[in-house]
């Protein structure tokens, strides 16, 4: 049995790990998505969102419940 640096991480930690931020923050400054943000930036909400799609959330309200 091989083992992984990822083992004994949660899930969503192991699917960020394949989606380099810089990428992320390239296209923040490309498209300017964190131009009036607030309290939540790209990278939040990307985490958010994918955490609402592992855990098949179905809407806002329950995600929101849910963290």
């Known amino acids: 049995m091989q083992h992984t640096k ?3 991480h949660p899930i969503i930690s ?6 380099p ?8 400054n490309t498209f300017q998505s964190d131009r009036y943000y607030k309290t939540m930036d790209t990278w939040k909400q990307l985490v958010f969102m994918l955490y609402g799609v592992v855990s098949k959330v179905h809407s806002l309200n329950s995600l929101c419940k849910c963290l």
């Open 14 to 19: 192991q699917l960020l790990s394949f989606i």
């Open 6 to 8: 990822l083992s004994g």
């Open 21 to 28: 931020r810089e990428i992320v923050d390239q296209a923040t």
